[in-house]
């Protein structure tokens, strides 16, 4: 199922997670809806500030460096994304789209048998890289390396060690102590192997800043902007990475939502309009897509200064290849079509998740998106 881009090279997925549960409807906005306005007297979004997408739905002008996105139909926003039996615990919902199991504990994570079909052989430690500490679950799977990078200039092992000789040294008893040897036990074995995938990794990442050059300036102080510059100094580098994975938050407002709401997005928006122009510059912007979730949105009503853990929430891809446009049906927020009993008042899901998953996997990657998934699911026609 190999698959190429547009300018004939690997396809080339960029993932950013939202942390903490995105309010959905301060994000896509039924600004027409009075429905809305009324379960809202405090954290709602005027209609008059909201950027229209059309006569029902909007942004809000914290997202204005993406709405451009959207008026070029280069922006898919997929709406009620969800699964069944909807969980409000942000780490068990993770877990749930890491692995793609709604109905009990995954092992396997759905990026790790994604890079693992790529590279079966993991010939390859940096076929995916994650911006951001620690690893997310979406990668979980023995013997599929994955090189995680708190910040580029600096990333590496024992990097302090300033004399060239003195860090080779020190870098190969590194490797004699992480070398697996005959008779040594799997997990031995596996944690050998991972040492020393992390120590070929990190200084083969090392090179990847003094290759780059660009006249973008990306938003000083904002985080994620970091991250995804690092994401197209790695793609300039030609390394080979499929898959690049990045975080931001916490979107966990449950008070003080209206300015910390904001804030998150004018952050991400204005770090992925300058991510953009990078690609562009440097000729990078066909091969690759965009994917933002959260693993859940917040309730219809607000709390008084925020919004709670809710259900049905949304996601968007953007790329070159994408076909923009709306996709499902926006939940529905009149009270009888909310979830009921034992926890009534949040949004119903339309669209499952894992359909998003698969297209991705199998629609732009060229995977079997139902090994990765594990099932079969209906794409979502929101790719070229």
Not at 219 to 233: D, E, I, K, S, Y
Not at 282 to 294: A, G, N, P, Y
Request: proline share 6%.
């Amino acid at each position: 199922m190999a698959t190429k881009t547009k300018s004939g090279k690997d396809p080339i997925l960029v993932v950013l997670q939202l942390l903490g549960g995105n309010d959905y409807l301060n994000t896509v906005i039924p600004y027409t809806n009075g429905t809305y306005h009324d379960n809202r007297p405090n954290v709602r979004i005027p209609a008059d500030q909201v950027l229209p997408l059309n006569d029902l739905y909007g942004l809000p002008p914290s997202m204005a460096a993406l709405k451009p996105f959207w008026d070029q139909g280069k922006m898919a926003i997929l709406n009620g994304i969800g699964y069944p039996r909807p969980n409000y615990s942000h780490f068990r919902s993770m877990d749930i789209w890491y692995t793609c199991e709604p109905l009990k504990i995954g092992t396997e994570g759905w990026l790790g048998k994604a890079t693992r079909q790529i590279d079966p052989q993991g010939e390859n430690v940096l076929t995916a890289v994650n911006f951001g500490r620690g690893l997310p679950r979406a990668f979980s799977l023995p013997g599929v390396p994955v090189a995680s990078v708190a910040q580029l200039e600096t990333y590496g092992l024992l990097t302090s060690l300033s004399d060239a000789t003195a860090r080779q040294q020190a870098l190969e008893v590194f490797s004699r102590v992480y070398s697996p040897m005959e008779g040594e036990g799997e997990v031995i074995r596996y944690f050998g192997q991972t040492g020393l995938d992390a120590q070929k990794g990190a200084d083969i990442l090392r090179t990847a800043p003094a290759e780059y050059t660009s006249s973008v300036e990306y938003p000083a102080g904002n985080p994620v902007a970091a991250n995804l510059r690092g994401v197209v100094q790695v793609m300039n580098a030609n390394l080979g990475t499929r898959i690049f994975y990045t975080s931001h938050g916490s979107f966990d407002t449950h008070s003080n939502e209206a300015p910390l709401h904001a804030k998150l997005w004018k952050e991400v928006s204005e770090g992925i309009a300058a991510f953009y122009d990078d690609l562009k510059e440097h000729h990078l912007d066909e091969d690759i897509i965009l994917f933002l979730w959260s693993e859940f949105g917040r309730r219809v009503k607000d709390n008084g200064s925020g919004t709670d853990h809710g259900a049905g929430g949304v996601a968007f891809v953007i790329g070159e290849s994408v076909r923009g446009g709306m996709y499902g049906e926006f939940p529905s927020l009149a009270k009888e079509k909310l979830t009921q009993d034992p926890d009534p008042g949040n949004l119903l899901y339309n669209v499952d998740f894992r359909q998003l998953h698969a297209t991705i996997a199998g629609k732009w990657m060229g995977l079997d998106d139902k090994a990765i998934c594990n099932g079969t699911f209906e794409h979502i026609p929101f790719l070229n």
